[in-house]
């Protein structure tokens, strides 16, 4: 099953062979809960969500038609599921992310391996506390571009189906996004 492709076993699992889900549940897990991790900062409502991402995928097994990659499928499923969830909880999205720390095992897969300069290990994770808090205050339309381009490494054209937004309108708010990215990191860091 693991050399099969995703529509593949989507159209296996709409044939009834539940079998393939978890084929799938282990090529998204990871890649998915980050993007929902950067979407709401929060570890528990991140694996909420992606379990109701993959409890509406088997729900829509039986009316599933190959009209898009898969990823562009679930990866949509996901990002509604999160802009509904941001909605019904103000506050989540400035939820500060000091909280979730290494035993969050979506966050410790992105951030770089150990170092042997203690000082230098110690640099880098405070600034990838600055760029996840400066991430967080993002709107969301800018923050979902910008993690399914950067940390998702989902193409342009991919990201404008997800999103469902012109293909110019995806590169210009993934520019902008950048942009206010890197002047919210600016004022967050300290000037040596």
Sequence with gaps: MKGRSDIELMLSLKRGDRRVLSTLLERYEK??????????????????????????????????????????????????????????????????????????????DTLPGPSKDPGLDASEREMGRIVRGALKELPPKKREVLVLRVFQNLPYEEIARVVNAPLGTVKYRIHDAMKSLAEIVKEAVPET
């Excluded at 969500?49 to 990866?75: D, G, H, I, N």
């Design 31 to 108: 890649p998915l809960v980050n993007f929902l991790y950067r979407m709401v900062g929060n570890v528990d409502e991140a694996e909420d969500l992606f379990q109701e991402t993959f409890l509406r995928v088997l729900r829509a097994a039986k009316t599933y038609e190959p009209k898009a990659a898969f990823s562009t499928w679930l990866y949509t499923i996901a990002r509604n599921l999160c802009l509904d969830r941001l909605k019904k909880i103000k506050g989540l999205s400035t939820v500060p992310l000091e909280g979730a720390s290494e035993e969050d095992r979506a966050l410790r």
